[in-house]
């Protein structure tokens, strides 16, 4: 049984960083695709980035695309989303989620596995 269990959210200034932690488990994910959704308040689940587990490619949301970084640790079986320069729109819970497959889809129901969540807020 695969699990992801999500760390590092919190409540930052506009301007500000954090860095979120994805520690997975249950299988090998090298032919996983793993990737970060948000869902601010009121409004459906959206792709932030997302990560070709075999060879480490990257893929970003328009809106996050220079301010977001994408990562992983083969080795923790751990990805992260560190996220510069945030903005209040970035306020969100964000999840981490893996799918079988290397392809990266951007839609919420391609993947087969979430995290919990962990709330991230940013203050103006």
């Known amino acids: 049984q695969v699990q992801l269990v999500e760390s590092g959210g919190g409540l930052v200034q506009a301007g500000g960083s954090l860095r979120l932690s994805c520690a997975a488990s249950g299988r090998t994910f090298s032919s996983y695709g793993m990737g970060w959704f948000r869902q601010p308040p009121g409004k459906e689940r959206e792709f932030v980035a997302g990560?070709?587990?075999?060879?480490?490619?990257?893929y970003y949301a328009d809106s996050v695309k220079g301010r977001f970084t994408i990562s992983r640790d083969i080795a923790k079986n751990t990805q992260y989303l560190q996220m510069n320069r945030l903005k209040p729109e970035d306020t969100a819970i964000y999840y981490c989620?893996?799918?079988?497959?290397?392809?990266?889809?951007?839609?919420?129901?391609?993947?087969?596995?979430w995290g919990q969540g962990t709330q991230v807020t940013v203050s103006s």
């Open positions: 989620a893996a799918r079988e497959g290397n392809i990266i889809y951007t839609t919420p129901s391609k993947y087969d596995y």
């Open positions: 990560i070709r587990w075999s060879d480490g490619s990257t």
